[in-house]
């Protein structure tokens, strides 16, 4: 969708004898236009390119399995490792993604800026809406197959696993204003921040769990609230997973609200400077 199509969408006149939209009924109409922007600028506006963005975690899972299936075995008996994988890759990659495709938002929709309605972080709250609805999906279906193969997984505490999705998507917000707003006057600089996601993910314990590193590195290993999200996604989902103690929910909560309001913070004190860039 152009920028011109969703001018349209936004700023098309009421009807004659209405009175004027209200404020919420105008974010509204923005929200949505730039949501089916987004679905048409990320996929292609074609039902194949959602199922080619599902294939990236898909085939992380076969080839790790593969690779180290049978080492995993030893190591967790009874917790199948596709599962194990699927419950460390959707709270990561829904952070991450949240994260940079949030960083990039700004620059992507700078030239929407011109119409008064749409506000940045419009742009970027709509990019945040297509992440989370993507990995939703990624998470149902592939749940759904590993039923269907017979593996065991149960969410036998949706409540928690609902605040710990809540939790993952407020820091990957967060993070994602806070990394739209610093970057803006340095854009070269988003490239180190992409690099700096890579080693993260092998020290989130998406691959291996926690107890397979030496004891003596736990303590600063958990310094890392994506670890946190981890292990308890895994404890969540699988019936017989136990994290290493010292796993705390509570310090993921304190992280995505202290992350959160930062973001929001730094949004509310340069959002002119966003828009005059």
Known sequence: ??????????????????????????????LFAL???????????????IYWAM??????????TLLL?????????????PVFLLTGIVPFY?????????????????ALFGYRQVKPIDTLLARGCIEVGLYLAISVCMFAAFAALGMAWASGRPLESLLLGVAVVAGGLGLGLALAVAT??????????????????FLSGVMAPLHVAPVEW????????????VELSRQFFIPSYRPVEGISAAYVGLCALTVLALGLAVYQ??????LSA
Do not use: C
């Open 218 to 229: 736990w303590p600063v290993l958990m310094l890392n609230p994506l670890l946190h999200m």
């Open 69 to 81: 299936g049978a080492l995993h075995s030893s190591l967790l008996p009874g917790v199948d490792y």
């Open 35 to 49: 949501l089916l922007r987004e679905l048409k600028t990320r996929f292609g506006g074609r039902w194949l390119g």
């Open 1 to 30: 969708m152009s920028s011109t199509e969703v001018a349209r969408q936004v700023l098309v006149p009421p009807p004659v004898g209405r009175l004027q939209r209200s404020p919420i009924e105008v974010q509204r109409s923005v």
């Open 269 to 274: 004190v340069r959002r002119h400077q966003l």
């Open 55 to 64: 294939l990236e975690p898909l085939a992380q899972i076969v080839v790790l």
């Open 184 to 201: 803006n006057d340095f854009p070269q600089s988003r490239g180190v921040v992409r690099i700096l996601f890579m080693p993260l993910y």
């Open 94 to 110: 829904l952070f991450k993604g949240l994260a940079l495709r949030l960083m990039e938002g700004i620059d992507a929709n700078r």
